[in-house]
């Protein structure tokens, strides 16, 4: 598999509802859901991060239950999902870690729910991944989603999910999983 | 709006882990994911099916907290998604609840880890949606999914989401994501 892609579950900073900056808490599906969906597509690796050291403990003791303890000989399909699973403590760390592994640091791509100048089709993407030449990591806010500086930084911009759409309020678990289908799914 | 889609979430008769057929729970982000990815993609009504009365007692309640309560005014957003939601005891209801709305029973379609020998693209099943001359539910199973009767019953089997993954444990929640996008999705 050439294709190489990571991606990243922001808990900070992103938004609340009145639009201030916080740190959400983990969510357990977030944990799972994200997993299953990332092993499904071929996704590397999947980086929780969350600035808080205990915060990043508490998910640690539920993935050893799944990796290594009980949960694993129970439910095998979940070890090989959250093996996938790693903590960070920024997005810096993440990058650190890819470039451990890759050699090289990923281009940074994030979806926004407005269409930018620079705004990059999910076909060009896809194509990007395909052709294997760098390491892309998908970054996804909790919350009400990533600030705005996180937006303007990242490499890439993709287009809204569902430009078209009155309403746009997925959750981030169905965000992820139509994003990875979008770029690695393979479907006729 | 010509689409006229339905979905529908079975609690029963679905398999447990051991293939044994059982009846799930009915669990918070089903009704609240699921809903919000209902409303993105134009979806018409979603039924929630569970065959015990408490069960759907217990969720007419929280639902009333998000549509009248306190929750309607706090996120709106709840609301309208959440206004999709239908609770039925089985799919022969929600036909009925759809024979009301449309004027005609709608073709059932579904999603198999297998390939049948009259398995549908998803393009096709998009086309066949926009064209618009029929509703169409297409139903999802909790647990470990939809029981065999079941799928052998249904007008239309779609492919499997993801045939060349040696990996498909996507949860219910992803999947229906994944699905409503290939057949309502407007992307580039």
Do not use: C
Request: no cysteine.
């Amino acid at each position: 598999m050439r294709k190489r892609l990571y991606i990243a579950l922001l808990h900070s900073p992103v938004y609340n509802k009145g639009y201030e900056v916080i740190t959400t808490s983990v969510t357990n599906l977030d944990v799972h859901d994200i997993s299953r969906a990332a092993r499904t597509y071929g996704v590397k690796r999947y980086f929780l991060v969350h600035p808080q050291e205990t915060q990043r403990q508490l998910v640690e003791e539920m993935i050893r239950y799944w990796v290594t303890g009980f949960g694993s000989e129970y439910n095998p399909d979940r070890q090989e999902a959250l093996k996938l699973l790693e903590l960070v403590a920024d997005i810096e760390e993440a990058q650190r870690r890819i470039e451990e592994l890759e050699g090289q640091t990923a281009l940074t791509v994030v979806t926004d729910a407005r269409v930018h100048a620079r705004s990059v089709s999910y076909q060009e993407m896809r194509e990007r991944i395909s052709r294997g030449d760098m390491p892309y990591l998908v970054l996804f806010g909790t919350g009400w989603g990533l600030v705005k500086e996180e937006i303007e930084k990242a490499d890439v911009i993709l287009h809204p999910i569902e430009a078209d759409s009155d309403y746009n309020h997925l959750s981030v678990r169905s965000a992820v999983a139509i994003i990875l289908d979008r770029l690695m799914g393979s479907w006729r």
